[in-house]
């Protein structure tokens, strides 16, 4: 990622061109009220991106620990209201369901962005059951490989985040 200016980043593809499925999705998923980048412009291998304002939850989680309650919610809440959306017939599924799901969003792919997030990285994104999206959170997060403290601050996180 580049900065190109206050309010734009690059993303710049190095072996292949931007991904149709992946912009298109974004631009699903924001026309329904999701907090996903707005898609600036597509040119071959680079996509331009609004910027977010802030770091990653993950970032600012290690930053400000005191905040490890309100990110588990908010990550709760943004699988929540992707859940809601209906995927559209073109997206691929994995499994049963009906909804959008990511499948690879966790802290360091939660932008902070004003008083809210937007959600990055949409490449795994598919149609599918919820519980199988929040499933692959949790792994991912269970699954992390660090310091036994740190550990123990993502089973809170994970405790606030599943209730």
Known sequence: ?????ARTVLR???SRDVPEREVALMRYVRERGYPAPEVVRVAGRDLVL??????TMRVDIARRPWLIVRHARLLAELHRRLHRIA?????PAIGSGG???HLDLHP???MLHGNGALVIDWANAR?????????QTVVILAGADL??????AVRAFLAVYLA
């Not at 609004?50 to 770091?55: I, L, S, V």
């Not at 310091?147 to 123990?152: G, W």
Request: aromatic share 10%; hydrophobic share 45%.
């Open 1 to 5: 990622m580049y900065a190109l200016d």
């Open 12 to 14: 710049r593809y190095r």
């Open 50 to 55: 609004e910027r977010a304002t802030g770091t």
């Open 87 to 91: 995927a559209p017939d073109w997206l």
């Open 99 to 101: 909804a959008v799901i």
């Open 108 to 110: 360091e792919n939660v």
């Open 127 to 135: 149609a599918g059951h919820w519980a199988d999206d929040v499933a």
């Open 147 to 152: 310091p036994r403290t740190t550990m123990l």
